[in-house]
């Protein structure tokens, strides 16, 4: 045994058992991540259950508990003390689940074969029977022949009919907005000239006045083209019927989805999966962000990380540069080295805090008071958005990249420097030629972990510019495309917000492990650009590797 210990045997076994610690719990967060979001893409089956009092409520078996109070999923049975099953129809209950005590329940039917799901863009889902549909007023009932048909083709109508109204709101009203808000700033900042300086723009503040009037005059266009679809699709509604008799008429263009899980075959659910997969990454959010998709969130994060990134990596690997190759090693540089080191510990809230100072309240009131002082009070940058937070988050991830950029220039040897130098290279030519590319996959190792942490960070954005639902996105098609001032979605946020600040948080929580799976796999997607790079760099300067 003490030959054993002597050898370090026992140490590498040690090792290795905290390895395979770390690989389980890994896979056990990701399978708990997968199974418990499994809920939002797999169509679940719909029971129909009668109570003692004649009550019938259709939904989904959700979980069970039993009398010593252990929770799980399973069928309904008698050692069961109570059920909890989603019954959606939240314009009628006003909730979207119940419980009920095993002593209530008189009968449960698992084959409602007629049953229907129906998703809508307001009040949640609709779990119910559809009795027809009704075509510019003539009805066609649910099981005639020509149900089936006329139900998909103007379910799909009204879908076009709502692509099409989305669009218009989203690109030409969007843009005649913008461009309405341009000129009014132009009229601000004339006018603020005028009473200022005391020069006449009269003439230009009218040519502006009229260009709104033409604007105005092109919204209404597009708002009464956006009337007439709505009327159009106001033709197409379907009728529904709840299991306890309450019946509705929804307009075909608020049916986002129906379908029937309870007759679906496999094949079906996979389809029916990929197509809410493909629906949840490509569509926007809706019903307080608990339905609908995340897409607004994912282009936040990366654009984020993008501009984190774009000012972390250079001034992180100029300062490494300066400390490690040109500054003297004396006490003042070991201090800022130590206080580096430091700033890698310091809580990401007292980040947030620093931005909310030093950025929006001192940067962008600055640039308010030079550029834009005919809107104060109202802030132009003086407020939270996506440039500030990329910014503080970059501040956050900076001493990474300074620590990790500076242990790859130690690595370098000396012989190295020493004969480029030699050869008559300057020490500029040095660095920028033989020591940057040899530390390239060290300084890319910085860059991974930089983009790790910063996607992952949500208390610093809350103060410096995420918001729950952004109503424009930071790109769009109107000069100058990106719009760095504007407030932003962020996926940590959305996870926070759909987890802990929903008025419908036991609805909500497949998506918020959806979520958390996809912010999972962005960082995995990005981390892997960045190790590619990295090991290309490596093969490319494999030798002066070696020569380490």
């Given at each position: 045994m003490n030959n054993k210990i002597s050898h370090s045997d026992i140490f590498i076994w040690f090792t290795g058992i905290a390895l395979g610690i770390t690989l389980i719990m890994i896979v056990g967060m990701l399978i708990l991540i997968i199974g418990?979001?499994?809920?939002?893409?797999?169509?679940?089956?719909?029971?129909?259950?009668?109570?003692?009092?004649?009550?019938?409520?259709?939904?989904?078996?959700?979980?069970?508990?039993?009398?010593?109070?252990?929770?799980?999923?399973?069928?309904?049975?008698?050692?069961?003390?109570?059920?909890?099953?989603?019954?959606?129809?939240?314009?009628?209950?006003?909730?979207?689940?119940?419980?009920?005590?095993?002593?209530?329940?008189?009968?449960?039917?698992?084959?409602?074969?007629?049953?229907?799901?129906?998703?809508?863009?307001e009040f949640g889902n609709f779990f119910g029977y559809i009795e027809g549909v009704l075509i510019n007023n003539h009805k066609y009932e649910y099981g005639s022949e020509q149900f089936e048909s006329k139900f998909a083709k103007y379910l799909e109508y009204s879908e076009k009919l709502r692509n099409e109204i989305n669009q218009i709101e989203s690109n030409e009203i969007s843009s005649v907005n913008f461009q309405i808000d341009k000129s009014r700033t132009k009229i601000k900042k004339l006018d603020y000239e005028q009473r200022l300086k005391n020069v006449d723009n009269s003439k230009e503040i009218r040519q502006l006045e009229n260009n709104i009037e033409i604007l105005n005059n092109k919204y209404f266009f597009y708002r009464d083209i956006t009337d007439s679809l709505l009327k159009i699709s106001s033709n197409y509604t379907v009728l529904l019927r709840a299991a306890n008799g309450y019946t509705?008429?929804?307009?075909?263009?608020?049916?986002?989805?129906?379908y029937q899980p309870n007759i679906m075959n496999f094949w079906d659910k996979i389809i029916f999966a990929i197509e809410?997969?493909?629906?949840?990454?490509?569509?926007?959010?809706?019903?307080?962000?608990?339905?609908?998709?995340?897409?607004?969130?994912?282009?936040?994060?990366v654009l984020m990380v993008m501009l984190m990134s774009l000012a972390a990596v250079p001034l992180g690997v100029l300062t490494a540069l300066y400390l490690r190759e040109y500054a003297n090693q004396v006490w003042m540089v070991r201090v800022v080295r130590i206080a580096v080191n430091n700033l890698a510990g310091v809580p990401s809230i007292v980040?947030?805090?620093?931005?909310?100072?030093?950025?929006?309240?001192?940067?962008?009131?600055?640039?308010?008071?030079?550029?834009?002082?005919?809107?104060?009070?109202?802030?132009?940058?003086?407020?939270?958005?996506?440039?500030?937070?990329?910014?503080?988050?970059?501040?956050?991830?900076?001493?990474?990249?300074?620590?990790?950029?500076?242990?790859?220039?130690?690595?370098?040897?000396?012989?190295i420097r020493e004969a480029s130098m030699a050869l008559g290279a300057t020490k500029w030519q040095t660095t920028y030629r033989i020591i940057l590319p040899a530390a390239a996959p060290g300084i890319m190792t910085g860059v991974i972990l930089a983009m790790a942490r910063g996607a992952g960070e949500v208390a610093p954005l809350m103060i410096t510019g995420v918001v729950k639902l952004a109503p424009a996105l930071p790109f769009d098609w109107n000069f100058p495309f990106f719009h760095l001032d504007r407030k932003f979605m962020h996926l940590g946020f959305h996870i926070y917000d759909v987890?802990?600040?929903?008025?419908?948080?036991?609805?909500?929580?497949?998506m918020v492990y959806m979520t958390t799976l996809l912010l999972i796999l962005i960082v995995l997607l990005l981390n892997?650009?960045?190790?590619?790079?990295?090991?290309?760099?490596?093969?490319?300067?494999?030798?002066?590797?070696?020569m380490s």
């Open positions: 418990n979001g499994s809920d939002y893409y797999v169509p679940k089956q719909i029971v129909s259950i009668t109570t003692n009092d004649n009550q019938v409520f259709l939904g989904q078996i959700i979980k069970f508990q039993n009398s010593d109070s252990k929770s799980g999923t399973a069928e309904i049975e008698n050692n069961h003390s109570r059920v909890q099953i989603r019954v959606a129809n939240r314009d009628y209950y006003g909730y979207d689940f119940i419980w009920l005590d095993m002593e209530e329940i008189l009968e449960v039917d698992y084959t409602p074969d007629d049953a229907f799901i129906v998703e809508r863009l509705k008429s929804l307009p075909l263009i608020q049916v986002f989805r129906a809410k997969i493909i629906s949840f990454i490509s569509s926007e959010p809706r019903e307080s962000n608990t339905e609908g998709g995340i897409f607004p969130a994912i282009f936040g994060t980040f947030g805090i620093f931005g909310l100072g030093f950025f929006i309240y001192t940067v962008g009131g600055t640039i308010d008071q030079l550029f834009f002082p005919e809107s104060l009070p109202a802030p132009t940058w003086g407020t939270g958005g996506i440039l500030w937070a990329s910014l503080t988050l970059a501040l956050l991830t900076v001493p990474v990249v300074i620590v990790s950029t500076e242990e790859a220039l130690e690595s370098i040897p000396l012989g987890g802990f600040q929903s008025p419908n948080i036991e609805a909500a929580i497949p892997i650009t960045a190790i590619t790079i990295r090991t290309r760099l490596r093969r490319k300067f494999k030798g002066m590797e070696e």
